[in-house]
Structures are given as structure tokens and as C-alpha cells.
């Protein structure tokens, strides 16, 4: 067998990301950057369009420079006209972002040809299982794209997952100093026992203000963390504020609200780990919610003619699957109404009246994912195409 060309496949790696809206491509691509980099010894380069929304996740990013490591990962300018480069063994095209065409023909010009693969949009609908790992040849070049599949089933690529995350995540939460560290980086004293720790990371939602009512007028006090982002002039309009801002603290009845910074993804991490209940948003932070170990309710980004609430419906069938009757009402109630962006205050207290129950599913789930690593998965698939074209040649 040819090992050289396993050898190209597993030791270098272009990943191309186009940044569509919010930070959700991107948050994908710089985490799986970051993992392959430092897990397991690929060199990376993470091409992105927009290094403004980079620099948001790496805030020691500087945006005017066109190529710079950062975090042991090369991360380039993905600028038009595309530089001349020669291709990485494994490519990752990520969402379907479209290649250049100057780099697409560099890698048909390959005698080995680089292990070309589009990594989609997470969804837990049926029809991913059958198109996991699906072949889709270059209509005029010899070359073949694979279609790689997130999920949360063996029949899919799996989730991304650090090989250290749950350690640290359990580290976190049986150590008070850990807590104490994170309450004062965001210049907070850790809350009263009693205290209910809810972090809200949302878009556009209607149903916000009858949640805060619910909150506000409940008999245990609440504390929202809303780390910045979309949902903020929302928040300020509830308390009277034309202009929020970062710092900003609110209250009204039993509920106070502070305002973070946009929060870095490492640190984000020890967001949801110090919290009680978590909203979640888009994919990057809906899969790091699971992690957590923690109840959450997560808000699809909406498209067209609701084929979002299908994507939902589909989540919440397995997720919701194991849980009791009343338990499993109590979480597809809330969803629904968070993501229909109405009825989220009346569905609350039932939501809130399962909360043992949901823990423990919550901690179940995480154990259950963390078996189907998708970066794991991603290498084991390449190297299986590289060992079949290792094949062909020899055949030949």
C-alpha cells in the first residue's frame, strides 16, 4: 500500500469557510481548526472571508494581516483573486461554501489527489443518515467530493467534541475557586444558593418579554446573563434602555440582568457550565449546551417557510424521546414557543416543575453523544478514502 498518501491525507488540511451571518460558520471552523491542530497534529490552514467576525472568537486576531497563527492553526485572508497555493491533503469546504475555481483545479492538477469533503449543516432529520458519507464526482475534473454529515446518531459524522472538554466541564463544577475565578471575570460574586442562573444567547425572539415577566414576577430570584449579541436592544427596551451595553446591570422584581462582553469560545464554555438553565442559539452553541450537562432551550435560526420548526420537530424527537410524559411535554412546550416566538412566559413553570428530571437526561445525553466524535470520525473517513485510492493505484 502507498503509506505516502495516507501520510498527505492525515497531515495537512485546508479549511475554507465563508462567513454567512452571525458567528455560527465560523464558530464550527475555527473549533474544528483548533482541534485538529493541537489533537492531533495536523497543519491547518482555516481560510475565512471575513476576519472581523474571526477576531470576535480570537480576539488576539489581527484582522489587516492576510495570513497569521494563531492557536497553532494558520489562519488566511480568503481573498479574491485566491492566491496561488498548493492544496492541503484533506480539504474541508464548509456549509457548501464554494471553492475558488484556481484552487479547485490546483487540486485536480494533483498526481495524489487531495481528500476533498463538505462538511454540512448539523441536523438531526432522517435523511442525513442516508446521505452521510455520500460521493458527488467533479462533473469535469477528476476529482470527488464526499458529503460528512454531523449528528447525533452512529449512522452520522457525531459532534465536535475535545478529548478534554467533559474533564474540565466536571473540574469546573466541583470547584468552588474554578466558580469564584469565573463570577469575578465578569464582576460578579458567585450568586446566592437560591438563585436561578439562566444565560440567554438568542436572536430576534417576541417571546422575550413574557419570559422576563415570568421571571420577574416569580418567587425565586433569577439571574440572566445575556452575553452580547442580537437579542440585546430587546433587553434594553424590557428595563427602559434605548442604548444597552456591555456592563449594564437591570432589575426588575425578582429578576436582574447583566449584560457581558461577546464572549470567546473557551470561555463561553465555563458560561454554560456555571449556569443552571441555558439558551442557546444557531449550531455551535446549541452542540456546546449539550456538553454542558445542563437543561437548555435552543432557538433554530429561522428560515424561510418554517423548514427551521422542521429541523426543531426533528431534534426534539430525540432528545425528548427519553423522558417522561410530563418531562418530555414540558421541554417540546417551551422549545416550541421559544422558536413560534410565543407563550415561552406560559410554558415556563411547567418546564421549571421538571428541572430534576431534566438534569439527569441532561448529563444521560452528554455521556450518550461523546461517543460519536466527529473529528475522529472525520480523520477515520479520510483515511479510508486514501487507503481505497491507495488501492486503485496499486491495482493499476
Same mark, same amino acid.
Given at each position: 500500500m502507498n503509506m505516502s498518501i495516507q501520510a498527505r491525507v492525515t497531515s495537512s488540511c485546508d479549511i475554507f469557510c465563508n462567513v454567512i451571518d452571525n458567528f455560527g460558520d465560523i464558530g464550527v471552523c475555527w473549533r474544528l481548526a483548533r482541534q485538529l491542530a493541537n489533537e492531533h497534529?495536523?497543519? +491547518?490552514?482555516?481560510w475565512v472571508d471575513d476576519p472581523g467576525s474571526f477576531s470576535k472568537l480570537c480576539p488576539g486576531a489581527d484582522?489587516?494581516?492576510d495570513t497569521q497563527r494563531c492557536r497553532d492553526v494558520e489562519v488566511c485572508r480568503w481573498s479574491k483573486p485566491f492566491p496561488d497555493v498548493h492544496p492541503a491533503g484533506l +480539504?474541508?469546504?464548509?456549509?457548501?461554501c464554494k471553492l475558488p475555481q484556481r484552487y479547485i483545479e490546483a487540486m485536480a492538477a494533483q498526481a495524489r489527489k487531495p481528500v476533498w469533503i463538505n462538511l454540512e449543516y448539523l441536523s438531526a432529520e432522517d435523511w442525513v443518515e442516508g446521505c452521510h458519507g455520500l460521493p458527488s464526482p467533479h462533473p469535469t475534473l477528476p476529482l470527488t467530493k464526499y458529503f460528512f454529515f454531523p449528528g447525533f446518531t452512529k449512522q452520522t459524522g457525531g459532534l465536535l467534541l475535545e478529548s478534554d472538554l467533559l474533564a474540565r466541564r466536571d473540574a469546573f463544577q466541583s470547584d468552588a475557586g474554578q466558580q469564584r475565578a469565573f463570577w469575578q471575570s465578569i464582576g460578579m460574586k458567585i450568586p446566592v444558593a437560591e438563585t436561578l442562573k439562566i444565560s440567554l444567547f438568542a436572536y430576534e425572539n417576541a417571546a422575550l418579554d413574557g419570559l422576563f415577566g415570568v421571571w420577574a414576577s416569580g418567587t425565586q430570584p433569577v439571574l440572566c446573563l445575556v452575553p452580547e449579541g442580537r437579542i440585546l436592544p430587546q433587553v434594553g427596551r424590557y428595563?427602559?434602555?434605548a442604548a444597552p451595553c456591555t456592563g449594564n446591570d437591570y432589575a426588575r422584581g425578582n429578576l436582574q440582568v447583566r449584560v457581558l462582553p461577546f464572549v470567546e469560545q473557551e470561555r463561553y464554555d465555563e458560561l454554560l457550565w456555571a449556569c443552571d438553565v441555558n439558551f442557546v442559539r444557531g449550531e455551535d452553541t446549541f452542540v456546546r449546551a449539550q456538553w454542558a450537562g445542563k437543561p437548555f432551550i435552543w432557538q433554530v435560526y429561522?428560515?424561510?417557510d418554517a423548514v427551521h420548526l422542521k429541523k426543531l420537530a426533528a431534534f426534539l424527537a430525540l432528545y425528548s424521546g427519553p423522558l417522561g410524559k410530563s418531562a418530555c411535554g414540558a421541554v417540546q412546550g417551551l422549545w416550541q414557543a421559544w422558536n413560534t416566538e410565543s407563550g415561552a412566559g406560559q410554558a415556563w413553570p411547567a418546564f421549571m416543575a421538571e428541572r430534576g428530571e431534566l438534569d439527569r437526561h441532561a448529563q444521560h445525553w452528554a455521556r450518550q453523544l461523546?461517543?460519536?466524535?466527529?473529528?475522529?470520525?472525520?480523520?477515520?473517513?479520510?483515511?479510508e478514502i486514501g487507503r481505497m485510492r491507495a488501492f486503485e493505484i496499486e491495482g493499476q
Open positions: 497534529g495536523l497543519s +491547518v490552514r482555516l484582522i489587516s494581516l +480539504v474541508i469546504e464548509a456549509f457548501a428595563f427602559g434602555d429561522p428560515q424561510q461523546a461517543e460519536n466524535n466527529l473529528a475522529l470520525n472525520l480523520l477515520d473517513f479520510s483515511r
